[in-house]
């Protein structure tokens, strides 16, 4: 498992939070956060196998999203993993 973590150092502030499994000798995205298409509209995107969702979105402060976004893959990677690999 890993996360990577990306933030723009510029106003307005884009990000993206990945969530990412080792299986089979390669990475899989599994879940991403991002706020890629307004600084206040953060998206929370599912993997189905390597498939990407629909999102589901919320709005609110870019801070307060990307740190929801960390602690959610920081504390609950093992779920949203075991979630992922059951639609493999």
Not at 30 to 52: C, I, L, S, T
Request: proline share 6%; net charge negative; hydrophobic share 35%.
């Amino acid at each position: 498992m890993r996360i990577e973590i990306t933030r723009s150092s510029t106003h307005p502030v884009e990000y993206a939070v990945v969530l990412m499994a080792r299986r089979e000798g390669r990475w899989h995205t599994v879940r991403v956060f991002d706020n890629a298409h307004d600084p206040d509209e953060h998206h929370e995107h599912r993997y189905v196998g390597d498939e990407k969702q629909p999102p589901t979105v919320t709005r609110g402060p870019v801070n307060d999203a990307m740190q929801a976004a960390i602690l959610a893959c920081r504390d609950s990677w093992a779920a949203i993993v075991r979630e992922w690999e059951s639609t493999r």
